[in-house]
């Protein structure tokens, strides 16, 4: 068995959460783009809106009209009041989304900084074995060739 391949079974695993992570922020993202868009469209439409009626009550200026008027912007305000809230609340889980976002990936990078001082481990370890298998054989051709110039070990005639 590889013994890199827990750790690279376990990049694995950081890099899909670390991918969900990034799926959610960019969910997130969206979501408060499009409550910040319609927070915004409600302001817009209630400043159109004052400006419509405020010039209607120049001309005209009915009580049943303005109490119509007065609901309506009621109703508008809190309309307003509740979408800026929902915007806040997007907003704030996207913070936390891209704060779990960076802590996966921080994760990720931690795992690749282990798998890569295991593998420099793993090849020192080689190295150092390769070392020894070549002294040593380089030590025996040594005795080797130093008992056969010294004729030990060679059978000798009678």
């Avoid at 020894?132 to 030590?139: A, I, N, P």
């Amino acid at each position: 068995m590889n013994p890199l391949q827990p750790l690279m079974a376990l990049l694995a695993q950081t890099e899909r959460e670390r991918d969900q992570a990034w799926s959610e922020a960019q969910r997130a993202g969206q979501a408060q783009q499009d409550a910040a868009a319609r927070a915004e469209q409600l302001i817009v439409y209630r400043r159109e809106y004052e400006q419509r009626w405020s010039s209607q009550f120049k001309i005209e200026g009915r009580i049943e009209l303005l109490h119509c008027y007065r609901g309506f912007m009621d109703r508008l305000s809190q309309a307003l009041e509740q979408q800026q809230r929902i915007a806040e609340h997007a907003q704030a889980q996207l913070e936390r989304a891209r704060a779990t976002l960076a802590e996966h990936e921080l994760r990720v990078a931690s795992v690749r900084k282990l798998i890569e001082r295991r593998r420099q481990e793993l090849r020192l370890s080689a190295d150092r074995i390769e070392q020894k298998q070549t002294d040593e054989f380089g030590s025996r051709m040594h005795w080797g060739t130093a008992a056969m110039a010294a004729g030990v070990g060679l059978p000798r005639a009678a």
